[in-house]
């Protein structure tokens, strides 16, 4: 879904910005969100991958603190849960 994910943006005139993945997840890392962001920045993206959840609790706060909605990818994480709440209920729009 990748390719799906960031085309939806990249198709409507927004330019991506990457940060790498945890080796232990294959998810974003969360450490690396929070230098990423910029003024220019308009969603954040996490990507749920094989049905384990982002660390959604960092990414949130990183994406209250500054003001920025965040689009959740839950194809891979359908039925997939993050702390005990369902993958995709966490950002304005999954």
């Known amino acids: 879904t990748f390719v799906s994910t960031i085309n939806a ?3 409507r005139g927004a330019t991506p910005v990457f940060i ?3 080796s232990d997840t294959l998810n974003m890392d969360e450490r690396l969100l ?3 962001i910029t003024s220019k920045t308009k969603a954040i993206v996490p990507v749920h991958y094989a049905g384990v959840g982002c660390e959604m609790d960092a990414i ?3 994406a209250t603190r500054h003001g920025i909605p965040v689009v959740e990818d839950n194809a891979h994480g359908l039925f997939g849960k ?3 709440k369902w993958l ?3 950002g304005q729009f999954a």
Do not use: C, N, P, S
Request: net charge neutral; aromatic share 16%.
């Open 9 to 11: 943006f990249v198709l």
């Open 60 to 62: 949130m706060e990183i």
């Open 88 to 90: 995709g209920t966490f």
């Open 20 to 22: 790498d993945i945890r």
């Open 34 to 36: 929070e230098k990423a």
């Open 82 to 84: 993050y702390k005990g």
